[in-house]
């Protein structure tokens, strides 16, 4: 991947580019290391790279390709994804930092979405709808044509295929812009599949800055939609520019998802699962429950095992195989944490655990940040109301279902919730009551291919994986075939 004695290039219809963008490098986080510098693409890049994928989208072998071949490519691109594990763990660690254990599993993943749409692509069939006259009538779903998918740096590996597997299945092209943090995992997956026998073209990686290679390429009149996970303000802007467009966006956005505990539930469990939910990854993840809400009677006992937890979970290097938690995906990003946890304290708030950077010289090149909790704010609070993507969690107490209701409907993001008690009508009544596109009941971040994922409110447009994922990348076309008496 590093193309010793010259930058890493980017991917258009089967070849490494060196492009005409500005190069950048991409750094290790957990020692401050350039891994390698990187190509980038500019906008001429993103105009010939469009160009390919239109070819590749409407030559006959894509576009007629019998569903059960291009599933059997799908398989193909699965298998070559489980072969080639241990390189691809090691790309998304040295360039965002997360242990090498969460590594892994998200490149099983990856492979598993790849295996599902495979079979959604091969056995998910077009429909004859009811006549209301002397005609047959149907309905079929052909792709779009060129997809722009834009990718966030968290999860490379998981986000990408989420995008690229339903979007191949659909009949597309796809074109992969990540995250210049996360900048070569897209290409890594883009060569296996063209080992796995894709045709070049269908599947292209461009690298570069949102500004010098996004929106181009958002912009380009070939890309018939664009697919986005990332930040709300970033999404907003992308979907200003479709709606002018007139092409779909799918937007998978921020949350500030609310963990909620109430005293009868099984409080050790309910900690374990609130940990997990907000220190895996550092954090950085859509879904964090970042905001942690106890029934107040339970307040002290469940501050108690949160600090116990946070001042006992191991920061450190994520190759270390003890390391439970490692560095921030950037050095920019920690900069972004720490300036949150100050306005909490400038607001009042009480640091009840982390705060800081840890006290360990063996990591003090990396952009490492304790696990904190910060507890005496309410819903007013800018850390309370605002993703900020980092371990931190805030804690906040309830009385009664509807200050819980209040308060955990009170911010602009709807992505994802907890709850946490040995009542299950309880559970469901509160459930239905969440503005949240996903709802966990006495567990946490349980995540399936087959079950769509999307948010309400500022956390996004439109539903990714499952049955739906892969019609999310077509258009239904309706045909009627007259002078048929059924």
């Known amino acids: 991947m590093t193309e010793s004695r010259s930058r890493v290039g980017f991917l258009v219809?089967?070849?490494?580019?060196?492009?005409?963008?500005?190069?950048?490098?991409?750094?290790?986080?957990?020692?401050g290391e350039v891994n390698y510098e990187v190509a980038a693409a500019g906008a001429e890049d993103v105009a010939r790279c469009v160009e390919a994928a239109q070819e590749a989208v409407a030559r006959p072998g894509w576009r007629d390709m019998r569903p059960h071949e291009r599933a059997r490519i799908l398989s193909a691109i699965a298998d070559g994804i489980v072969a080639k594990a241990d390189d691809l763990a090691a790309i998304q660690r040295r360039e965002n930092g997360k242990v090498l254990a969460e590594c892994r599993t998200q490149v099983a993943s990856a492979a598993a979405t790849f295996r599902y749409y495979a079979g959604?692509?091969?056995?998910?069939?077009s429909e004859v709808t009811p006549s209301r006259g002397d005609y047959l009538s149907m309905t079929t779903y052909e792709p779009v044509g060129v997809v722009a998918a834009i990718t966030?740096?968290?999860?490379?590996?998981?986000?990408?295929?989420?995008k690229i597997a339903p979007a191949l299945a659909a009949g597309n092209a796809v074109i992969v812009k990540p995250s210049e943090v996360t900048p070569t995992a897209a290409i890594a997956v883009a060569e296996i599949a063209l080992a796995a026998g894709l045709p070049p073209g269908l599947l292209n990686v461009l690298t570069g800055t949102g500004t010098e290679t996004g929106v181009p390429l958002v912009r380009h009149p070939g890309v018939r939609m664009v697919s986005f996970t990332g930040g709300t303000e970033t999404g907003r802007a992308i979907a200003q520019i479709a709606a002018g467009r007139l092409i779909p966006a799918a937007l998978e956005l921020g949350g500030k998802s609310p963990h909620i505990v109430f005293a009868d539930a099984d409080l050790d469990r309910a900690a374990a699962a609130v940990q997990d939910g907000i220190f895996e990854g550092s954090g950085q993840s859509c879904v964090a429950g970042s905001r942690l809400f106890v029934e107040r009677k339970a307040l002290d006992r469940m501050v108690a095992l949160m600090r116990e937890r946070a001042t006992s979970l191991k920061v450190g290097m994520p190759l270390a195989?003890?390391?439970?938690?490692?560095?921030?995906?950037?050095?920019?990003?920690?900069?972004?944490?720490?300036r949150f946890?100050?306005?909490?304290?400038?607001?009042?708030?009480?640091i009840i655990a982390g705060g800081a950077r840890p006290d360990d010289a063996a990591l003090a090149a990396g952009a490492f940040y304790l696990p904190t909790l910060i507890g005496g704010?309410?819903?007013?609070a800018r850390v309370v109301r605002e993703e900020i993507f980092g371990p931190v969690l805030c804690?906040?107490?309830?009385?009664?279902?509807?200050?819980?209701?209040?308060?955990?409907?009170?911010?602009?993001?709807?992505?994802?919730?907890?709850?946490?008690?040995?009542d299950v009508t309880r559970a469901l009544r509160i459930a239905r009551r969440i503005e949240a596109g996903t709802v966990w009941i006495n567990t946490y971040k349980q995540l399936s291919i087959a079950t769509p994922f999307?948010?309400?409110k500022d956390s996004g447009l439109g539903r990714e994986k499952g049955i739906g994922g892969m019609r999310l990348y077509q258009q239904a076309k309706s045909i009627y075939l007259g002078g048929v008496k059924l």
């Open 13 to 31: 219809a089967g070849e490494r580019v060196q492009g005409s963008g500005t190069p950048f490098s991409s750094v290790d986080p957990a020692t």
């Open 152 to 162: 966030p740096w968290n999860s490379p590996l998981t986000m990408e295929a989420q």
């Open 454 to 456: 999307g948010g309400y």
């Open 120 to 125: 959604v692509c091969e056995t998910t069939g």
């Open 377 to 380: 704010l309410d819903g007013s």
């Open 341 to 350: 946890v100050q306005s909490a304290r400038d607001e009042g708030g009480e």
């Open 321 to 338: 195989p003890d390391s439970r938690m490692g560095p921030l995906a950037s050095f920019r990003q920690r900069e972004t944490v720490e």
């Open 395 to 422: 804690i906040l107490p309830f009385d009664d279902e509807e200050d819980l209701i209040a308060q955990a409907n009170g911010t602009a993001f709807g992505l994802a919730s907890g709850i946490w008690t040995s």
